[in-house]
């Protein structure tokens, strides 16, 4: 089965710096999805940015990054210049290609100190 | 714009008592899934439905119950509330398989609380 890991419970970092999350998942498959999805405070879920596994280019959306190491099944977010707007939870999810199930981390809050 | 809705949004009840969480969405998606948040859990599984009349129990579906009548609504009915029902609970749906990028498209949340 499988599974998605976030090590970091919290983080915080400083407005205008740059914070990395960290997100490491397990599976067999090799055509997947792989997600952050951002919680404010509002609750709503947000999609931060997506990736496809098969795609070897990290993606990136404005301000946020990936690192994505399929080999070491690693996939981290970056946030540069951050914001206070991005004090959130954010979560890790996992989706195969052709599936309609996804898998959730346990999420990472984060602090953005003015 | 199309949209997904949950109601109510806040619930308190007691133990023991039926409570129906309702989830509409106009984005015309056969997917349909519901999630239970808890701290250090992230959202886990609890019903999903892959088009009407179809449901389908997730990871923590003891306790829950779902019903597909049309592609708009997917209501998640409590039997017999419990303490450990307290919880955020998140509808969320999706595109058709042909048309499907893995995003999921999620409700505001509904907070409940079993005393």
């Known amino acids: 089965a499988q599974t998605v890991t976030q090590s970091q419970p919290e983080m915080s970092v400083q407005e205008a710096e740059t914070v990395t999350l960290s997100c490491t998942y397990d599976?067999?498959?090799?055509?997947?999805?792989l997600f952050w999805y951002k919680q404010p405070p509002s609750r709503q879920m947000i999609l931060v940015i997506r990736?496809?596994?098969?795609?070897?280019q990290n993606a990136t959306e404005n301000r946020f990054s990936v690192n994505f190491q399929k080999a070491a099944k690693s996939f981290s977010l970056k946030i540069s210049d951050s914001q206070l707007g991005d004090a959130a939870m954010y979560f890790c999810a996992y989706i195969n290609t052709g599936g309609f199930k996804t898998i959730f981390g346990a999420g990472t809050r984060l602090f953005v100190k003015a | 714009d199309a949209e997904i809705t949950q109601s109510p949004r806040h619930k308190i009840t007691e133990t023991g008592r039926q409570v129906t969480l309702a989830c509409h969405q106009t984005w015309n998606h056969n997917n349909m899934f519901w999630y239970r948040q808890d701290l250090g859990h992230g959202l886990r599984l609890i019903h999903y439905?892959?088009?009407?009349?179809?449901?389908n129990k997730g990871e923590v579906s003891d306790g829950y119950s779902v019903s597909r009548s049309n592609t708009e609504d997917l209501p998640l009915t409590l039997e017999s509330a419990a303490s450990s029902q307290t919880s955020v609970y998140f509808c969320?749906?999706?595109?058709?398989?042909?048309?499907?990028?893995?995003?999921?498209?999620f409700g505001e949340g509904s907070r409940l609380t079993v005393l």
């Open positions: 599976t067999s498959e090799s055509d997947y999805y």
């Open positions: 990736q496809e596994a098969y795609k070897q």
């Open positions: 439905s892959y088009g009407v009349q179809d449901t």
């Open positions: 969320a749906s999706s595109r058709s398989e042909m048309e499907n990028t893995g995003e999921l498209f």
